[in-house]
């Protein structure tokens, strides 16, 4: 039996549900999509791998030569369930952080891919820059049991932070069970949406935070003389624009009554030549 490449694990499984789903999908109609695998190891399709040997399947393979890396982002990071603490997870698993400078790391894929920034993993993952920073810590310092609770959605990357801050934590403390009346696979979807929610609550606050640092740059910079020289250079640099634009448009109409023109002389020059051949048959 095939073992799961790290890459592929470094975003969460499937769900019971999305997983039956899947198998009854290629229990109907076939495996449409390849198993890619590299060193012998499944970098894409583990659930497609599991479903087919359920079902006494053949499984049908690929050999990926590309960037690793990327392959497992591009192909796991837009799945509609995942919330943003599992997003910027994701990408902090799939890249070995190094210390090569402010806000760079180097990826950890077989094909030795340049770094990203931390804006650019933020770009990719649909989060903000500080959600990358936290999942880098995690990534880094966490045990690897609660960096598996970010990457399942059981934890959010806030209470993995506290968690690390607080002294001799190692993993977050278990929630008290609670009794309730629901099923446990309704009790599962608001628990979901519950963590979901707080992510997006705690991106909001950052987005804040980031948007709060930008003004009060915007307002220092306003203090100072440079801010004159920058308002003029952008008036002038407007007018020039401007006179760019109209010389342009002005360039196209000279340039339609020169065709204009041409089509015109070329048309006299038929008639010329015409009015020249009947003079010499008359002649």
């Not at 952080?97 to 990203?116: E, F, I, K, R």
């Not at 440079?226 to 360039?251: C, H, M, P, Y």
Request: hydrophobic share 40%.
């Amino acid at each position: 039996m095939l073992t799961r490449h790290p890459l592929s694990a470094a975003f969460p499984e499937l769900s019971d549900e999305e997983f039956t789903a899947l198998k009854e999908s290629i229990g109907r109609n076939g495996q449409r999509d390849k198993i890619l695998l590299v060193d012998d190891q499944i970098l894409d399709g583990w659930h497609r791998y599991r479903a087919c040997l359920e079902l006494g399947k053949a499984p049908i393979f690929g050999v990926f030569t590309g960037d690793a890396v990327q392959c497992v982002i591009d192909k796991n990071i837009h799945r509609r369930q995942l919330t943003a603490s599992q997003r910027a997870m994701a990408l902090a698993a799939c890249n070995r952080w190094l210390d090569v400078g402010a806000n760079q790391l180097s990826l950890a894929g077989d094909s030795g891919t340049a770094g990203m920034s931390i804006r650019k993993m933020a770009a990719a993952a649909k989060v903000n820059p500080k959600t990358i920073e936290k999942a880098k810590r995690v990534a880094l310092r966490a045990t690897p049991e609660l960096r598996a609770q970010v990457i399942a959605g059981a934890t959010t990357l806030a209470e993995a932070v506290r968690a690390l801050d607080s002294e001799g934590a190692k993993t977050t403390k278990p929630r008290p069970v609670v009794k309730t009346s629901v099923s446990a696979k309704v009790h599962q979807e608001l628990e979901h949406r519950y963590r979901k929610l707080q992510d997006d609550y705690q991106e909001m606050g950052d987005n804040y935070q980031v948007v709060a640092e930008d003004l009060e740059a915007l307002y220092a910079l306003k203090e100072r003389e440079e801010f004159g020289l920058i308002k003029e250079l952008q008036f002038s640099v407007k007018n020039l624009t401007e006179s760019r634009d109209k010389w342009q448009r002005e360039a196209s109409e000279k340039q339609m009554q020169i065709n204009f023109l041409k089509r015109r002389l070329a048309t006299l020059d038929r008639e010329l030549a015409n009015l020249k051949h009947r003079e010499d048959a008359s002649a």
